[in-house]
């Protein structure tokens, strides 16, 4: 029989969740295209949490509606969907490769099946040797790998990660990337939650930016950095002539350069004006703005300063 | 309903392997028979002590002539009806006060026979007299014959049971097989009462949420403590079979219950199971409610009271079959597992319990669904703007 696959894997329409007066998700619209890595960014409080957990089903939303690969009741597509929560959470007992095969088995995988790809994947991963050591004598870094294969063991058409880098050393960050961007590959959707701009930046192709409940920006990457406009950087030899005259009035002088946005009509017209006047050019670059600039840009300074503040925070954690 | 139950029993799987293949277990199945073995090493003792030291004697002052046919008196009631049953007597001083033989610290007896075989004095405490007074009468008469007491034989005709023997017997195992299976819940129902904490504590409900309804975590935890429970049961009804072959002799012969035994069994073990998951399905519920094991630990008394209260009403039932008290308890959803199989052991009809088990199993059912309902509301903060007890903090975003 044939099946159609949905255009989106995840779409919600004015979802309000309350917890008491106070209003962690506030009105949010948004759809995740099917075959596509989608970051929900924002600062720790920002709701991206509960936004997670009410598209999941985990908990139902106050208002509004939200289907997951074309269902409205999320839990009837369990056995295609993988969720690892912020909050990391194994039997302390369990075998490792017991552990990724339950997770499977909750998901309509045969335990068997489950037990087979875990060995397999733990080997691939170099963690063949504690397979069968219980979580509770394995590191940090290796209890969160274990749940994350099994989030992935069953092989869902959608994978949810809330806060995914959390916790992981740098070397771990750079295997997760990888990983997501194979799964990516295979046509799976992940959608995860994060507060590091730069992870976002480096895997999304869409993203949102959440703050206060709300979404600020949903759209691609390039979308948001198209906000704002290339920045220049002159430096010339001589410090003053004609060719001043063709920078654009917010043009800013620091440290013997000059800094100032793309003017509408090109940078030709300051170009021309530099070599007739002789400015002799030193250096000259152009750069798209940062999705870190684009932040600030859509979501506020004081957003955009928390988020570091909390990168900080887990850093030294 | 597929599904729940598939996802139920990967996690009644999980649960049951994490619990059986500990040494913990082993400590579970050996814990009850301690003091059962305890018990009958100081029941053993407890009974020497009163065969040999406590059996109330009376001593015996009168003229030698007159000791000698009141003993030999004894002797021939004793032969009759058992030296068990009659009251012992011993030679005491004569002719003394019998007081001063009460006031002795080494006097074997508590009372003193004194006077004569036609006019006898019985000395001694109120209690005393009234407990031997009519053996001693007995005695006395045997004695005042002068002559040997005549032997009659008769004839025994035994028939298996009469009606109000048959009726007394199902009566006293009705309550036995009451007080078994709540005995039973009580030990092993209660564990399930911070059977969600852990899943709370190690974060893996949030897993388990995501995945598959909540009523599949309910009824997994209950399916896999009542496999465990049934292997407990397995195991010291195993014992208790062992022990009372050991103890009782060939003779041992229980009264037949009145819907057969295969049926009693039959459905004392599908009441056990019913009694399990309706005081279960409400302890998980209470119990899921609880952040921490200490708040589980306070949950405790109040729930264990509260299966008392259960437990007498059903008790208080059982003697009057077909009374509104008894059909309450039947009916009662809690109680009706304890009142059913007093009424398996005094009535043969067995649409009442196909009925009962129904009713049960639906509530088992209903309950399940209150507790998902009330942990979806409380613990998931799922649809609820307003807890009804207690604001919980929001959690994080």
New interface residues.
């Given amino acids: 029989m044939l099946t159609l696959q949905p255009a989106y894997a995840v779409e919600a329409h004015g979802l309000v969740k309350?917890?008491?007066d106070?209003r962690?998700v506030d009105g949010i619209d948004i759809a995740v295209p099917a075959g596509t890595i989608y970051g929900v960014l924002g600062p720790?409080?920002?709701?991206?949490?509960?936004?997670l957990?009410t598209l999941?089903?985990?908990?139902?939303p106050?208002e509004g509606e939200r289907t997951l690969l074309g269902d409205p009741q999320p839990?009837r597509q369990?056995r295609l969907?993988g969720?690892l929560?912020?909050?990391?959470?194994?039997?302390?007992?369990?075998k490792a490769f017991d552990a990724i095969a339950?997770?499977g088995?909750?998901?309509?995988l045969p335990?068997k099946v489950g037990r087979e790809r875990a060995r397999a994947m733990l080997e691939a991963h170099g963690m063949g040797a504690s397979a069968d050591k219980p979580i509770r004598q394995l590191s940090k870094g290796m209890a969160q790998t274990v749940q994350l294969f099994?989030t992935i063991v069953h092989e869902p058409r959608l994978i949810v990660l809330d806060e995914p880098f959390s916790g992981l050393d740098a070397i771990n960050q750079g295997k997760l990337e990888v990983l997501i961007r194979e799964q990516a590959r295979a046509g799976v959707t992940v959608l995860f939650s994060t507060h590091v701009i730069a992870h976002a930046e480096r895997l999304c192709e869409r993203i949102a930016i959440v703050a206060g409940?709300r979404i600020r920006f949903e759209g691609s990457v390039a979308r948001a950095r198209d906000r704002l406009r290339p920045q220049v950087t002159l430096r010339t030899r001589a410090s003053d002539g004609p060719w001043r005259r063709a920078l654009p009035p917010e043009t800013l002088a620091q440290d013997g350069n000059w800094h100032f946005a793309l003017p509408d009509g090109g940078i030709e017209p300051l170009l021309r004006a530099l070599l007739d006047s002789n400015a002799g050019i030193e250096s000259l670059s152009i750069e798209r703005p940062g999705l870190h600039d684009a932040f600030v840009a859509i979501a506020g300074e004081s957003v955009a300063r928390q988020m570091t503040e909390d990168r900080t925070r887990e850093d030294a954690a | 309903m597929k599904d729940i139950l598939?996802?139920a029993m990967?996690?009644a799987?999980?649960d049951f392997s994490?619990v059986i293949f500990t040494r913990t277990f082993l400590f579970f199945l050996l814990g009850p028979l301690l003091p059962i073995l305890i018990g009958m090493a100081f029941g053993g003792l407890s009974e020497k002590i009163s065969t040999d030291s406590l059996r109330p004697a009376a001593g015996l002052s009168m003229s030698p002539d007159e000791t000698a046919r009141m003993l030999a008196a004894r002797e021939a009631v004793a032969r009759r009806i058992g030296a068990d049953h009659i009251s012992a007597l011993e030679k005491a001083p004569w002719p003394v006060d019998p007081r001063s033989l009460l006031a002795h610290s080494d006097a074997g007896y508590v009372a003193v026979v004194s006077g004569s075989v036609d006019r006898p004095v019985l000395t001694g405490q109120p209690s005393d007299i009234d407990r031997l007074e009519g053996d001693v009468r007995l005695i006395a008469s045997a004695a005042k014959t002068r002559a040997v007491l005549p032997e009659v034989h008769v004839e025994r005709h035994p028939v298996a049971q009469s009606v109000s023997g048959q009726t007394q017997a199902r009566l006293t195992m009705g309550r036995a097989a009451q007080i078994l299976i709540f005995l039973l819940t009580m030990l092993l129902a209660g564990m399930v009462l911070s059977n969600m904490v852990?899943?709370k504590n190690?974060?893996?409900?949030?897993?388990?949420?995501?995945?598959?309804?909540i009523d599949a975590v309910f009824l997994g935890k209950l399916m896999a403590m009542l496999s465990m429970s049934f292997i407990g049961i397995i195991f010291w009804g195993g014992c208790a079979v062992a022990g009372l072959a050991l103890l009782a002799g060939p003779g041992f012969a229980l009264p037949t219950p009145a819907v057969g035994w295969p049926v009693f069994i039959l459905l004392a073990v599908l009441y056990f199971a019913m009694a399990y998951c309706l005081l279960g399905s409400l302890f998980l519920s209470i119990g899921a409610q609880a952040a921490t094991v200490r708040e589980v630990q306070t949950l405790n008394m109040p729930v264990t009271m509260a299966q008392m209260v259960i437990f007498f009403f059903a008790t208080y039932a059982v003697d009057h079959m077909g009374s509104a008290p008894e059909i309450a308890a039947a009916v009662f959803p809690l109680s009706s597992p304890f009142a059913m199989i007093a009424r398996a052991a005094q009535d043969g009809a067995i649409w009442p319990h196909v009925l009962a088990l129904l009713w049960q199993a639906m509530w088992v059912g209903l309950i399940i669904r209150m507790g998902v309902w009330l942990f979806?509301r409380h613990v998931?903060?799922?649809?609820a703007?307003?807890p009804l007890f207690r604001?919980r903090s929001?959690?994080?975003?």
């Avoid at chain 1, 088995?105 to 309509?108: M, P, S, Y």
């Fill in positions: 309350t917890f008491g106070f962690a720790n409080g920002a709701g991206k949490t509960t936004l957990r999941l089903g985990i908990v139902d106050d839990l369990s969907i969720y929560p912020e909050e990391r959470g194994l039997y302390p007992s369990m339950f997770m088995a909750l998901r309509g335990l099994g409940g | 598939r996802a990967v996690i799987r999980r994490a852990e899943e190690n974060k893996v409900i949030e897993i388990l949420a995501a995945a598959v309804p979806r998931l903060n799922s649809g703007k307003r604001r929001a959690p994080r975003a």
